[in-house]
């Protein structure tokens, strides 16, 4: 039973996941300021998690832990809502640029390799190639979709030209694996489960508090009234929808990975919610957004999700 509830609240963060990114790609679309909307998101966000927090069943935070757990939350929620920026920069791509900075379960491996001098071994490399073939494809296929755009007279979303949006989703890529690598650790902590929420409220009141420390000139200079007077219904109506994806996706995140460590399972996790993301915003892209993709393309999604699988099993 504990094994069937993990899965699903995995499952479920995928979808609020892709949910987000096709919020990220919706701003893009409809010019709407990034540094306002991720201000506004993000303190929405970090009220609504200190919401939950309070009407949740009581759950003590960890006994003597608590500056660990602290410093923990902020280098995740700096780091996520840095990759968020970025990530929004890469959006002319896509679901290509979202699949390459949602299979960031690569970096551990990375960083254990090369960093902490783990062994170089032979299923690390296959994962290696595989990730790699994977973001190749699916630019190439990025490229044959501009191309055919280009040459049929249209024009691309405004955003970075040329291949920069790949340096983009590279820099999200990292940035969600440092989150994901950090935001992990306390699920290990023994005698000690998260769920209240106390991860997710931190973890969003350090991304608010980094947007507004790095807005807030602007913020001052142009005031409330001039920041909602361009697109306010979709800035406001945008933050909204995605603070609520965001606190039930950080929530129920926790939640799975709590339950699915109690089964062993913890490392499947990530795997789940990552290829339902994936999946999800790489299908929006095609019906909703009316992108066509070439082959190359769905090769390179299955190569990634099949990469971010095999991170589980080793």
């Known amino acids: 039973m504990v094994y ?19 919020i990220v790609g919706t701003i893009r ?18 009220a609504g998690s200190w919401l939950v927090l309070s009407t949740s069943p009581a759950s003590a935070p960890p006994a003597g832990r608590m500056v660990e757990l602290v410093i923990i939350c902020v280098i995740s929620g700096c780091a ?24 960031a379960m690569v970096i551990p491996f990375i960083a254990g390799i090369f960093l ?4 170089f071994t032979l299923p690390a490399l296959i994962i290696l190639v595989v990730m790699t073939a994977g973001t190749v494809l699916l630019a190439r ?13 249209a024009s691309l979303h405004n955003g970075p030209g040329g291949s920069s949006w790949l340096i983009f989703a590279l820099g999200s890529f990292v940035l969600f694996g440092v989150q994901q690598t ?51 219904r979709w800035l406001v109506g945008l933050s909204v929808i995605y603070a609520c ?8 995140l926790f939640q799975a990975m709590d339950r699915l460590y109690d089964c062993g399972l913890l490392q499947m996790t990530y795997p789940l919610a990552i290829s339902v993301c994936m999946l999800s915003v790489a299908l929006w892209d095609v019906i909703v957004w009316r992108r066509s993709r070439p082959p190359c393309y769905w090769l390179g999604m299955f190569l990634l999700v099949s990469g971010v699988f095999l991170c589980a099993s080793v």
């Open 182 to 232: 950090v935001s992990s650790l306390p699920s290990a902590w023994p005698d000690w489960t998260d769920r209240s929420g106390w991860r997710s409220a931190f973890t969003l009141t350090a991304s608010g508090v980094f947007m507004l420390i790095l807005c807030w000139r602007q913020w001052l200079r142009l005031g409330p009234a001039r920041i909602l007077a361009a697109k306010w």
């Open 116 to 119: 902490w001098q783990a062994p």
């Open 141 to 153: 296929g990025q490229h044959l979709c501009s191309s055919r755009t280009l040459q049929a007279g």
């Open 29 to 46: 679309r409809h010019e709407v300021n990034v540094s306002h909307f991720f201000t506004l998101s993000s303190c929405i966000s970090a």
């Open 245 to 252: 994806f965001v606190v039930s996706s950080q929530s129920l």
């Open 80 to 103: 996520g809502i840095l990759g968020m920026l970025s990530m929004e920069k890469a959006m002319q791509a896509g679901a290509v640029a979202w699949a390459i900075g949602q299979s």
């Open 4 to 22: 069937g509830v993990g899965i699903a609240l995995a499952v479920l963060t995928g979808l609020l996941w892709g949910g987000i990114g096709v």
